[in-house]
């Protein structure tokens, strides 16, 4: 079963309007989170690692005022897309780093984002 | 230059045949190496760690090769079932950052 579960799995939204996508990692803490986004046809890219308490450290070219990342709790962390434009649409996924058992890295289901 | 490069295929190989995968990546200081599958519109899923030694797992293959910065998957017997993304993954300061090629795109047909 899933260990990161992500919600809403798909969401369509207005231009303007903000939307929220959760992470949560269900049976482990995760002081570290990533999230990452993905184009059609495209690789993940890296845009935020989310650290539990702190704020969040973003890749070269992700604005954080767009992009907030929130790590309120060892086992979640939220990405909230404010101002949402139409060029905002792609996938959005999240991972968590399971220390022990490997020190597997563990994705979310992934978010469909479609702003219209 | 891309940190991570894969040939993006699409490969289109026939069920049985054997296929084989390749990356390149950049920094020498990469310390870890995974492939992973992602299907069409899912989260990618860890498939193999790639270590110098080389490692088998079952149908599948891994290599790794630091001088060159070379990383390969091998997959034999094609299954249907294979018809996916492959992703070349490293990782580099401290290990839990992880860098994703664009991906291979296998097709196995009938």
């Known amino acids: 079963g899933a260990v990161v579960s992500q919600h809403p799995s798909r969401v369509i939204c207005k231009s303007g309007t903000s939307v929220k996508i959760e992470c949560r990692s269900l049976?482990?803490?995760?002081?570290?989170m990533f999230w990452y986004r993905q184009f059609p046809k495209k690789s993940l890219m890296l845009m935020a690692t989310?650290?539990?308490?702190?704020?969040?450290?973003?890749e070269q070219g992700v604005e954080k005022d767009k992009f907030l990342i929130n790590h309120a709790s060892l086992t979640l962390s939220t990405l909230t897309v404010t101002s949402a434009h139409p060029e905002d649409s792609s996938f959005y996924i999240c991972?968590?780093?399971?220390?022990?058992?490997?020190?597997?890295?563990?994705f979310g289901e992934g978010s469909w984002l479609t702003v219209v | 230059r891309k940190e991570v490069e894969q040939d993006p295929g699409p490969f289109n190989v026939p069920e049985g045949a054997t296929v084989a995968f390749n990356c390149t990546y950049s920094?020498?200081?990469?310390?870890?190496f995974f492939w992973y599958r992602q299907d069409c519109r899912k989260e990618p899923k860890l498939l193999m760690s790639?270590?110098?030694s080389g490692n088998e797992d079952g149908r599948f293959t891994a290599q790794l090769n630091r001088a060159s910065q070379y990383i390969s998957l091998l997959i034999r017997d094609s299954k249907l079932s294979d018809s996916a993304t492959y992703l070349c993954?490293?990782?580099?300061?401290?290990?839990?950052?992880?860098?994703f090629g664009t991906g291979t795109q296998l097709k196995v047909e009938l």
């Open positions: 991972s968590a780093y399971k220390q022990g058992s490997g020190n597997t890295i563990y």
């Open positions: 049976d482990f803490q995760a002081t570290t």
């Open positions: 989310s650290n539990e308490g702190s704020k969040a450290t973003y």
């Open positions: 920094n020498s200081a990469s310390q870890s």
């Open positions: 790639v270590y110098s």
């Open positions: 993954v490293v990782t580099t300061g401290g290990g839990n950052k992880l860098t």
